[in-house]
């Protein structure tokens, strides 16, 4: 079992910026591949971002198209902890942001992911 708590969470001015941090539990979080999902009221959840390991030391990442430039995902497996780095932040990030982890191949859909946090609430004003 994993058990994740996500916070950094808050209310931004569009362009600022924030860093979301999760928390992890359980002694196999370097073996999960971890993502960051997002869900703004009325609209269904999307991949926002995922990063597991790629061969040896190295780390494969991957953003939404909506993201790149701006968020950054890293993690690390001593803390147990990922985290992802939100710059110019829109009113259009506004969501709640949910931290996954789990040993899919593909790290943009749900179904990869067998843990889920709580979510922590983002929002961007204007």
């Known amino acids: 079992q994993v058990q994740l708590v996500e916070s950094g969470g808050g209310l931004v001015q569009a362009g600022g910026s924030l860093r979301l941090s999760c928390a992890a539990s359980?002694?196999?979080?370097?073996?999960?591949?971890m993502g960051w999902f997002r869900q703004a009221p009325g609209k269904e959840r999307e991949f926002v971002s995922a990063?597991?390991?790629?061969?040896?030391?190295?780390?494969?990442?991957d953003y939404a198209d909506s993201v790149k430039g701006r968020f950054s995902i890293s993690r690390d497996n001593a803390k147990n902890t990922v985290y992802l780095e939100m710059n110019s932040l829109k009113p259009e990030d506004t969501a709640v942001y949910y931290c996954?982890?789990?040993?899919?191949?593909?790290?943009?859909?749900?179904?990869?992911?067998?843990?889920w946090g709580q979510g922590t609430q983002v929002t961007v004003s204007s």
């Open positions: 996954a982890a789990g040993g899919g191949r593909i790290l943009t859909m749900g179904g990869s992911y067998d843990y």
């Open positions: 359980g002694r196999t979080f370097s073996s999960y591949a």
């Open positions: 990063i597991r390991r790629s061969g040896g030391s190295l780390l494969y990442a």
